[in-house]
């Protein structure tokens, strides 16, 4: 029997950070090292029927033990860490006892985890707080939802007298990069209700997350030769510039915007000065108002245009993903026995909005409702990255908890 923090330290030392630059899948062979481990550790749990498949996923089943029909529940996490930060020679620290001290990283000490930075370490004092060494993530995000599951896996084994219907297992790579269940198949999992492990602070339950499209402006200019180009010439690049230009920094944008205010931001652009283009994202809690701020980008465009005789541009929009709500609250019961499962745990439960994706986000599109429950990670993706050890454990009983609910 491993604990929660044992299995945890061991799984962050393994690289798994995925490459949004790969088109394979997984993105990254790698992250297979730690699903070939869980395959392992949960076939010596005896679930039989664990195994990887050849698109790094891993699909396991922990047998109903009561003899009435129960919907089958599905706990997921993901693998993978952030491109955004190194994954490679993690070292965890366990700092025993956290009393409210800044946490100063060995390996590289102008790396300090304070709590004017990061408040939320006031509410765990007297936990044991897991950090990196300062030169890479800790890989918490989500590596902690991997080892509330197992751990979860492990106490329903050695604790057959707990009721439950079949619960299945699923670990999915490429979640960072936006890929991570492009493959997943809903058909074999099976399961009617899912949750993913991969929120923050302790309580935390989300049921709603952004809907999501992408948006990619195409600029058309006028090439021509830069020695006798004037009165001929009209430059992409610029019309390009221009138009970032035009974008608001007060409003309508992620730096000037929370809670569920919605915006376009753009992430990439490149190109010559005949054709240039602007990928955007586009975000809101609404779906419908999608269309509005693409209406809006439309318009910004049109109006760079108009200065510009003899150059054209299109908007190209691709959907992304869903708010989950409007699956999730078709069945009453996925988050009144979250936040029951929560509270029976003796934890005080926080209902959030997720400002971004999860693997539940289309999950719950695809047949398959799936909110967000708590793990302790917090600080994802940087070297400030952190997880309480107590956190974590709790994280587990509230599975235990919403098991039985879903057995009763």
Same mark, same amino acid.
């Given at each position: 029997?491993?604990?929660? #923090?044992t299995?945890?330290?061991?799984?962050?030392?393994?690289?798994?950070?995925?490459?949004?630059?790969?088109?394979?899948?997984? +993105?990254?062979?790698?992250?297979?090292?730690?699903?070939?481990?869980?395959v =392992?550790?949960?076939?010596?749990?005896?679930?039989?029927?664990?195994?990887?498949?050849?698109?790094?996923?891993?699909?396991?089943?922990?047998?109903?033990?009561?003899?009435?029909?129960v919907?089958?529940?599905?706990?997921?996490?993901?693998?993978?860490? +952030? @491109?955004?930060?190194?994954?490679?020679?993690?070292?965890?620290?366990?700092?025993?006892?956290?009393?409210?001290?800044?946490? %100063?990283?060995?390996?590289?000490?102008?790396? %300090?985890?304070?709590? =004017?930075?990061? @408040?939320?370490?006031?509410?765990?004092?007297?936990?044991?707080?897991?950090?990196?060494?300062?030169?890479?993530?800790?890989?918490?995000?989500?590596?902690?939802? %991997?080892?509330?599951?197992?751990? !979860?896996?492990?106490?329903?084994?050695?604790?057959?007298?707990? @009721?439950?219907?079949?619960?299945?297992?699923?670990?999915?790579?490429?979640?960072?990069?936006?890929?991570?269940v492009? /493959?997943?198949?809903?058909?074999?999992?099976?399961?009617?209700?899912?949750?993913?492990?991969?929120?923050?602070?302790?309580g935390?339950?989300?049921?709603?997350?952004?809907?999501?499209?992408?948006? =990619?402006?195409?600029?058309?200019?006028?090439?021509?030769?830069?020695?006798?180009? /004037?009165?001929?010439? *009209?430059?992409?690049?610029?019309?390009?510039?221009e138009?970032?230009?035009?974008?608001?920094?007060?409003?309508?944008? @992620?730096?000037?915007?929370?809670?569920?205010?919605? !915006?376009?931001?753009?992430?990439?652009?490149?190109?010559?000065? #005949?054709?240039a283009?602007?990928?955007?994202?586009?975000?809101?809690?609404?779906?419908? /108002?999608?269309? #509005?701020?693409?209406?809006?980008?439309?318009?910004? %465009?049109?109006?760079?245009?108009?200065?510009?005789?003899?150059?054209?541009?299109?908007?190209?929009?691709?959907?992304?993903?869903r708010?989950?709500k409007?699956?999730?609250d078709?069945?009453?019961?996925?988050?009144? !026995?979250?936040?029951?499962?929560?509270?029976?745990?003796?934890i005080?439960?926080?209902?959030? +909005?997720?400002?971004?994706?999860?693997?539940?986000?289309?999950?719950? !599109?695809?047949?398959?409702?799936?909110?967000?429950?708590?793990?302790?990670?917090?600080?994802? $993706?940087?070297?400030?990255?952190?997880?309480? *050890?107590?956190?974590?454990? /709790?994280? +587990?009983?509230?599975?235990? $908890?919403?098991?039985?609910?879903?057995?009763?």
């Amino acid at each position: 029997m491993k604990s929660i #923090e044992t299995r945890f330290c061991e799984y962050v030392q393994i690289d798994t950070q995925s490459d949004p630059n790969s088109p394979t899948q997984p +993105s990254t062979e790698k992250q297979k090292d730690l699903s070939r481990v869980l395959v =392992k550790e949960l076939l010596e749990m005896g679930l039989k029927d664990a195994h990887l498949d050849e698109y790094g996923y891993v699909y396991a089943t922990l047998p109903s033990n009561v003899d009435h029909e129960v919907p089958v529940l599905c706990f997921c996490a993901h693998v993978d860490t +952030s @491109p955004d930060c190194t994954g490679a020679g993690v070292k965890p620290i366990v700092h025993r006892n956290y009393q409210g001290q800044d946490l %100063v990283l060995p390996d590289d000490t102008t790396q %300090v985890i304070t709590t =004017k930075e990061h @408040p939320y370490l006031l509410e765990r004092l007297g936990d044991d707080i897991v950090t990196a060494s300062g030169t890479t993530l800790l890989g918490a995000d989500d590596k902690a939802g %991997v080892a509330v599951i197992m751990d !979860f896996v492990q106490h329903m084994v050695n604790h057959p007298e707990l @009721p439950h219907g079949a619960v299945k297992i699923l670990f999915t790579p490429d979640e960072e990069i936006g890929r991570g269940v492009d /493959k997943v198949n809903i058909e074999k999992l099976g399961a009617h209700v899912g949750y993913t492990l991969d929120a923050g602070e302790r309580g935390c339950y989300e049921d709603e997350t952004f809907s999501a499209d992408g948006a =990619k402006v195409h600029f058309y200019g006028i090439s021509a030769h830069p020695g006798y180009a /004037k009165g001929k010439m *009209v430059n992409a690049l610029k019309l390009a510039g221009e138009l970032l230009a035009m974008l608001p920094s007060q409003e309508w944008c @992620p730096e000037a915007t929370e809670a569920k205010e919605g !915006f376009v931001h753009p992430v990439a652009m490149g190109g010559v000065a #005949e054709h240039a283009w602007v990928q955007f994202i586009v975000r809101d809690f609404n779906t419908a /108002k999608l269309a #509005e701020h693409e209406a809006r980008l439309q318009g910004l %465009v049109d109006t760079v245009l108009a200065k510009h005789p003899g150059a054209s541009a299109n908007v190209e929009v691709a959907e992304q993903y869903r708010n989950m709500k409007e699956v999730v609250d078709l069945d009453p019961r996925i988050s009144s !026995f979250a936040v029951k499962a929560i509270e029976k745990a003796g934890i005080p439960v926080q209902l959030t +909005s997720a400002r971004g994706g999860t693997d539940g986000s289309r999950l719950s !599109f695809m047949g398959l409702p799936c909110p967000n429950l708590f793990t302790g990670e917090m600080a994802f $993706h940087g070297k400030h990255e952190y997880v309480s *050890v107590q956190d974590m454990e /709790k994280s +587990s009983e509230v599975l235990v $908890h919403l098991c039985a609910m879903w057995a009763e």
